[in-house]
T-cell receptor
Framework: AAGVIQSPRHLIKEKRETATLKCYPI?????VYWYQQGPGQDPQFLIS???????DKGSIPDRFSAQQFSDYHSELNMSSLELGDSALYFC????????????FGQGTRLTVV | AQKVTQAQTEISVVEKEDVTLDCVYE???????LFWYKQPPSGELVFLIR??????QNEISGRYSWNFQKSTSSFNFTITASQVVDSAVYFC????????????FGSGTRLQVQP
């Protein structure tokens, strides 16, 4: 079965650079979520989209932005990267109705040096 | 606001022991969903179970079982006859129906199963 695809899997950036993470949800899932998991932490909700519109916002820094495109893939853009942005970034997708299981991608490990 | 508490930071057991991971939640919604995820050392988040607030039936899946009690706002997870491959961080999470639909995670319980 198709799963949530995230790219890249690993990314190394320098401070003050920008990074773009991509997420391809499971087909026919209309909701996408982004989470950030710092070392030894639990995943923290950043932002979500439903049918290409932002549906909720969590603890996303102003330096970050995200969007969902017409083909339902989503991108998380991070600018002016800081050392503290080093984390595992997960994308999850789920159907809005029904069971609402959130299926997670394998994550992108971002290291800021 | 919603909250999930996993009071056990780390548990260490010997293979074949049974182990229970505790989860206590807070929410104002009457309709909500509870989840357990496993995060092995490789880092991915593996979905284990979802329960909605109207279904208090306990569930068993192989060596895994879950006990949901609304009266105590708890959703505990038991692994029977633990195996080394069960070593991972386990997260309990909550999704609200009318509040925040994104998952609110507990801080996780690291389970170490020694051979």
């Amino acid at each position: 079965a198709a799963g949530v695809i995230q790219s890249p899997r690993h990314l190394i950036k320098e401070k003050r650079e920008t990074a773009t993470l991509k997420c391809y949800p499971i087909p026919r899932h209309d909701t996408v979520y982004w989470y950030q998991q710092g070392p030894g932490q639990d995943p923290q909700f950043l932002i979500s989209f439903y049918e290409k519109m932002q549906s909720d916002k969590g603890s996303i820094p102003d330096r970050f932005s995200a969007q969902q495109f017409s083909d339902y893939h989503s991108e998380l853009n991070m600018s002016s990267l800081e050392l503290g942005d080093s984390a595992l970034y997960f994308c999850a997708s789920s159907p809005e109705t029904g069971g609402r299981e959130a299926f997670f991608g394998q994550g992108t490990r971002l290291t800021v040096v | 606001a919603q909250k999930v508490t996993q009071a056990q930071t780390e548990i260490s057991v010997v293979e074949k022991e049974d182990v229970t991971l505790d989860c206590v939640y807070e929410t104002r919604d009457t309709t909500y969903y509870l989840f357990w995820y496993k995060q092995p050392p490789s880092g991915e988040l593996v979905f284990l179970i979802r329960r909605n607030s109207f279904d208090e039936q306990n569930e068993i899946s192989g060596r895994y079982s879950w006990n949901f009690q609304k009266s105590t706002s708890s959703f505990n997870f038991t692994i029977t006859a633990s195996q080394v491959v069960d070593s991972a961080v386990y997260f309990c999470a909550l999704s609200e129906d009318t509040g925040r639909r994104a998952l609110t995670f507990g801080s996780g319980t690291r389970l170490q199963v020694q051979p």
